[in-house]
């Protein structure tokens, strides 16, 4: 079967002839037929593997205190090799895609050949002809649901649930920062809700599509009037809950976040690990 795989080390992308996956016993075989290309995450891996190892360590540091670990336990050399050797591993990119499933395993579910199934999964639900899935990670697809619409089914869920995570009200005021695939299906998801949308980006096109998408007000995320248009619309109490959709290396978001949000209001970091300091938020609670 042909699959798309990044060399970590070199971040060279190649289409593979690679074996097919085998049956496992608790998934399903699935042969695809559209699979999404997650542009933001997808750059960011490629960014991240053009990089050489000592900027790869300043982008992972969680990873890097495991290579010093080892070098305490295992010693400098043949951690050094082993890091090579991981970076030399073939990597596959994607994590949502559907198709039709061609096996069963032992254990693998409410699943028969045939079905049509939306899949998840960094390291599943890749970009390849044929994928081992683990029952969990895949869901059949509704009579009505063309498999092009499928193949967003991982992006809806992770939206979905930073929606769940601010637990919006009918008529609350949400701010969602970033307007990339993720921030769009937000605010689409949000105005089903019946919430009112702000959104912010830096490309004027993305804030054009959001607001036919339904937002209600966009703003660029470089006007530096940003707090006090959102205190105009907010008649200065600030919004609910702000959405971060936005890919930052910064405590940018937070801070602005904090500036936005009303008293005791939520910030929701989708698919960010962002480390920042609490006193930005507690300083933050009398500003509106």
């Not at 608790?26 to 750059?43: A, D, Q």
């Not at 899935?133 to 930073?162: M, R």
């Not at 921030?183 to 009112?196: D, E, P, Y």
Request: proline fraction near 3%; charge should be positive.
């Amino acid at each position: 079967m042909k699959q798309i795989i990044q060399n970590f080390k070199t971040g060279k992308i190649s289409l593979k002839e690679l074996p097919s996956p085998a049956l496992q016993g608790g998934g399903i075989l699935v042969k695809t037929v559209n699979s999404l290309i997650s542009i933001g995450t997808e750059k960011l891996m490629l960014d991240l593997a053009r990089k050489n190892i000592v900027a790869k360590a300043i982008d992972r540091p969680d990873q890097a205190k495991q290579v010093i670990e080892k070098v305490r336990k295992e010693g400098l050399k043949t951690t050094y090799q082993k890091v090579l050797n991981r970076l030399e591993e073939p990597k596959p990119l994607g994590y949502s895609r559907c198709g039709e499933v061609i096996g069963v395993g032992k254990n693998g579910g409410n699943f028969r050949v045939g079905d049509r199934v939306a899949c998840a999964g960094a390291g599943y639900a890749s970009h390849a002809e044929i994928i081992f899935v683990p029952k969990n990670l895949a869901v059949k697809i509704p009579e009505k649901i063309s498999f092009e619409e499928a193949a967003y089914t991982t992006l809806g869920a992770i939206a979905l649930q930073g929606i769940r995570q601010a637990e919006p009200r009918l008529g609350d005021i949400v701010f969602v920062m970033g307007l990339g695939l993720l921030g769009l299906i937000t605010v689409q998801l949000l105005k089903a809700n019946g919430c009112v949308v702000i959104g912010s980006d830096i490309d004027n096109s993305k804030l054009k599509l959001a607001r036919e998408l339904g937002a209600d007000h966009t703003i660029h995320a470089k006007d530096s009037q940003q707090v006090d248009l959102v205190k105009d619309l907010t008649r200065n109490q600030g919004v609910d809950a702000v959405i971060i959709t936005a890919s930052s290396k910064s405590n940018e978001p937070i801070e602005l976040s904090a500036e936005l949000a009303r008293q005791k209001g939520k910030v929701i970091a989708v698919g960010n690990n962002i480390d920042f300091q609490r006193t930005i938020l507690y300083a933050a609670t009398s500003i509106f």
